[in-house]
């Protein structure tokens, strides 16, 4: 594992008014993997992502977040995933995940979609949903608010406390499975 080149996708929708929204979780964990590797955003040419090369634990890693909305995340990762040679093998997605509570992370390789837009734009362009998956979970919606409009919402206050712990511990969850492995990284973080 440790010789390979990784990419990290944070999923996401583009723009402020999504910025703090559950459905940017992902965003959120690739904003601190960036800070923790020091890296600025930069426009990636070939794939409408933004991009941060660097290393996580002395292995090198593509941080990327797509500059697309969520239900087409599939051709600017595809697009990254072939400039920089990258296999299925090695990409890690991290997402919200409404089946979990929220702050829970569950680490997982491949998978079905579970109604999840942007995991169904990856399988459609990639071909393929076995990759590996950090799921952040958000909770259900409450009594009879849509999963859509949930998801699209900010948190709630008492989850915006708890949210750059959750956060962190996210991080630090991608860093264990690039280095550890899925099965360590499954011990410490599935919670």
């Known amino acids: 594992m440790a010789d390979d080149v990784w990419l990290v996708v944070g999923l996401g929708n583009p723009g402020p008014s999504y910025a703090r929204t559950r459905h940017n979780v992902g965003h959120l964990v690739a904003d601190e993997l960036a800070a923790r590797v020091g890296g600025g955003w930069k426009q990636h040419k070939q794939a409408k992502a933004e991009v941060v090369e660097g290393r996580i634990s002395g292995i090198r890693a593509i941080l990327a977040k ?3 909305y969520m ?7 595809s697009g990254l995933l072939k400039f920089f040679k990258v296999e299925p093998a090695t990409l890690v997605v991290i997402h919200d995940e409404l089946d979990i509570d929220f702050g829970v992370l569950r680490a997982k390789f491949g998978g079905g979609d579970n109604g999840h837009n942007g995991l169904k734009s990856l399988r459609k362009s990639l071909g393929t949903g076995d990759y590996y998956r950090l799921r952040f979970g958000v909770g259900r919606p409450p009594g009879r608010q849509s999963p ?15 949210l750059p712990f959750a956060v962190d511990r996210s991080a630090d969850a991608v860093e264990s ?12 973080y599935n919670s």
Do not use: I, M
């Open 148 to 162: 859509a409009d949930f998801v699209l919402d900010e948190f709630s206050s008492a989850e915006r406390k708890d």
């Open 71 to 77: 239900n087409e995340s599939g051709g600017p990762v």
């Open 66 to 68: 797509p500059r697309s």
């Open 177 to 188: 499975l690039l280095t550890d492995g899925l099965e360590v990284t499954q011990a410490k």
